[in-house]
């Protein structure tokens, strides 16, 4: 059994156990320097659904300037290896995947990589349902061997840390804000929300135009620091900021009127009388005419 190998099962549990951000860096680091890489690095893959997909350039130590050309598609594209690793299930070696670079933008790559003390490494992708959602990439300062085995073991570490990633990143997310103030007004459209109320619904329930809906329903995201108003009247029901109680009561009809309504008068006795007297003699005078 490989260094690899023997470290993974341990590393697996400790991921598992991990409650911080701070942690997976710690884990991932020694790991990494363990297996004698050096570096590792997450980044997104082009089918990642996260909100913020960048935010995975934070889980890695590789140098800032180097990691923000994994920010955007078409520069990360210059990537030899990250291009061959969405494509496929298992990982890609540096060494094999630079070997065959061809064009001018990925030859500059292998350069540049060259002069970070990237002398080899490998890519392993993370698939989703619709395809690569992210790839973890390990980096050495001299030349490696890998067996399938521990391509294998890799291959468990990225998927494990990518999900733990993501179950931290949405914790954090719904984390109460404590200094965060709700005016009574937010409050009650973001009960409203949670009773699955559009914009101009809240509004005519509270007596206000739907614009001045959706200016407290900002303000009330912009203080709990969350970006649409489902996620605000979430963390606010886990505030306490809202109770479930309130969402049993019995929910108030709203009658639509018909916007046409006004513009047709409606008839009146006289003029009704007046149809009928000029239908009586309308059908008098052809009686007489026929006679």
Request: a positive charge; hydrophobic letters at 40%.
């Amino acid at each position: 059994m490989t260094q690899i190998q023997s470290l993974t099962a341990a590393v697996l549990l400790e991921l598992r156990a991990a409650r911080r951000e701070g942690d997976l860096h710690d884990i991932l680091t020694n790991y990494a320097t363990a297996c004698g890489f050096g570096w590792y690095q997450l980044a997104p893959g082009p089918h990642n659904p996260m909100l913020n997909p960048t935010s995975l350039l934070n889980f890695g130590n590789f140098d800032p300037a180097w990691r923000r050309q994994y920010a955007t598609e078409p520069s990360c594209r210059t990537d030899p290896a990250r291009n061959q690793a969405i494509q496929r299930a298992g990982s890609v070696q540096w060494q094999r995947a630079f070997a065959s670079a061809r064009s001018p933008e990925h030859r500059d790559f292998v350069h540049a990589s060259r002069l970070q003390g990237f002398k080899d490494g490998i890519t392993t992708p993370v698939h989703g349902p619709q395809g690569c959602v992210a790839i973890m990439m390990f980096a050495a300062p001299r030349p490696f061997r890998l067996d399938p085995d521990d391509e294998e073991a890799l291959s468990h570490i990225a998927m494990a840390f990518y999900q733990r990633v993501r179950r931290l990143t949405a914790a954090a997310l719904f984390q109460p804000t404590e200094s965060a103030h709700l005016t009574n007004r937010e409050i009650e459209c973001l009960h409203w929300v949670l009773e699955g109320k559009t914009n101009w619904e809240i509004g005519v329930l509270t007596g206000v135009t739907a614009r001045t809906v959706q200016f407290h329903l900002g303000n009330a995201s912009r203080k709990l620091g969350v970006v649409n108003r489902v996620q605000a009247a979430v963390r606010a029901l886990l505030r306490g900021d809202l109770s479930v109680h309130q969402l049993s009561q019995p929910r108030p009809e709203i009658k639509l009127e018909d916007p046409f309504a006004h513009r047709l008068p409606k008839p009146s006795p006289h003029s009704r009388q007046s149809k009928t007297s000029q239908a009586s003699s309308s059908q008098s005078a052809i009686s007489s005419f026929r006679a």
